[in-house]
């Protein structure tokens, strides 16, 4: 596994968030980064990568991780561990 994403991970672990178990991941496509802001709070994890950018949220053993593209709104997302 790629370090970058072992640290990742591994922050989530160890952090809290406010993302709930029952969104639905489809239901998060063409959201904003300021409608996800307001609806769940800060991410736990922002990576950038040029105009993109990946934020991560956990609850318990649920991992989220939110894709933005330059537009900033939700193009991708998924989950691990126990959602």
Request: hydrophobic content about 35%; proline content about 2%; glycine content about 10%.
């Amino acid at each position: 596994m790629n370090p970058m994403k072992k640290g990742i991970l591994l922050f989530l672990l160890l952090s809290g968030c406010s993302l709930s178990r029952g969104v639905e991941l489809a239901d998060l496509k063409g959201k904003t980064m300021e409608q996800l802001k307001n609806s769940y709070g800060k991410p736990v994890v922002v990576r950038y990568e040029g105009d993109h950018q990946m934020w991560a949220y956990k609850e318990g053993e649920c991992n989220r991780l939110i894709f933005f593209d330059a537009t900033q709104t939700v193009q991708f997302a998924e989950s691990r561990g126990d959602c």
